[in-house]
């Protein structure tokens, strides 16, 4: 059965695939997947490779390179859960690639339902890297992931027991929101304030000072660079402005 599931996948195009029962998903911040779906068992965990987008100095190809990898995985992640649900009569639910996320002042949106890093490792497609991104053994760092749980009973793939980053230490001098200083943590607020400088902070800032602000300067606020692309940010849900600790790395990119 692991076979089939592995055949389809690749055939729609996607890099590669892993299979991980749930009893080896360890994600200690993460909520219980039975709290998500019970009867849960396992997770078909699916690897994309990113486009070279993350390369450009101009955000908007970087950005748009990541929505396009994130439209694929999406609509990939919906075919591989119909055809577990058509081919074996089992239940299936996505785990989106980024949003939607728990939105609240207290987690601040930086933790996800499912951690699809922590499902990777379990699922063998790689193991964390001193930027603290998942990093396949083939594709390198920069790799995206989704999955799909299932209440299939399904065995994990060994997992990779060589550790794949070198500790060269670029992508740590490379951050720009020193963001990676403390090995084995991200500095989410650090990171987010220039990966995503459009994001809710700024949103909530921009409209405090609308409100407090007399008509003209309103008027005057509208016309300002930071209006626009606050606007923009909020209907394409973020754009990112930072790729560095991705595209910095070395490994896959020999
Ligand atoms: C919220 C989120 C963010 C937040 C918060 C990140 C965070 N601290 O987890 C912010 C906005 C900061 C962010 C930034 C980025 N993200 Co993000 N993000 C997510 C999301 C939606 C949820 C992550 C989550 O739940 N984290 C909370 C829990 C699970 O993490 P944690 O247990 O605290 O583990 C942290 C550390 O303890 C450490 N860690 C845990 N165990 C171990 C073990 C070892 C040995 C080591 C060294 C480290 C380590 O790693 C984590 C990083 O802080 C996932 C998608 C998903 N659903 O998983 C994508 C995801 C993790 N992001 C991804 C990417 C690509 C990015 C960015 C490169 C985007 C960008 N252009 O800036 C940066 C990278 C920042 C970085 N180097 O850490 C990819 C990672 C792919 C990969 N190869 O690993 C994911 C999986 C999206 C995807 N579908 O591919 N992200």
Redesign the pocket.
Same mark, same amino acid.
Do not use: E
């Given at each position: 059965m692991k076979e089939k599931i592995k055949e389809f996948v690749l055939s729609l195009g996607v890099d590669d695939v892993g299979i991980a029962s749930i009893k080896d998903y360890k994600? #200690?911040?993460?909520p219980d997947l039975q709290s998500i779906f019970p009867g849960a068992k396992s997770l078909v965990v699916l690897a994309y490779k990113e486009l070279s987008n993350c390369e450009s100095e101009n955000m908007q190809i970087a950005t748009g390179g990541r929505l396009d990898t994130l439209e694929f995985a999406r609509s990939s992640n919906y075919r591989v859960a119909r055809f577990l649900e058509r081919e074996f009569k089992a239940k299936a639910m996505t785990?989106p #690639?980024?949003y939607p996320?728990y939105m609240s002042y207290e987690t601040k949106?930086?933790?996800?339902d499912?951690?699809?890093?922590?499902a990777a490792i379990a699922a063998g497609l790689g193991n964390?890297g001193r930027?603290?991104?998942?990093i396949h053994p083939k594709i390198g760092?920069r790799?995206?992931?989704?999955a799909v749980m299932t209440n299939l009973d399904l065995s994990s793939d060994p997992p990779v027991s060589e550790r794949l980053c070198t500790d060269c230490n670029i992508c740590v001098e490379n951050c720009p929101a020193h963001a990676?200083d403390e090995e084995?943590?991200?500095d989410?607020m650090k990171?987010?304030k220039i990966?995503?400088p459009y994001g809710i902070g700024s949103a909530i800032r921009f409209w405090t000072k609308f409100a407090e602000s007399s008509t003209e300067d309103q008027k005057k606020m509208v016309k300002d660079v930071n209006f626009w692309r606050l606007y923009q940010a909020g209907f394409i849900g973020f754009q990112?402005f930072?790729?560095n600790?991705?595209k910095s790395c070395p490994i896959g990119q020999e």
């Open positions: 994600s #200690p911040r993460s785990v #690639p980024s996320l949106g930086t933790l996800g499912v951690s699809l890093r922590h964390f930027h603290n991104l998942v760092t790799v995206a992931f989704t990676l084995g943590k991200t989410d990171c987010l990966s995503q990112y930072c790729f600790c991705m």
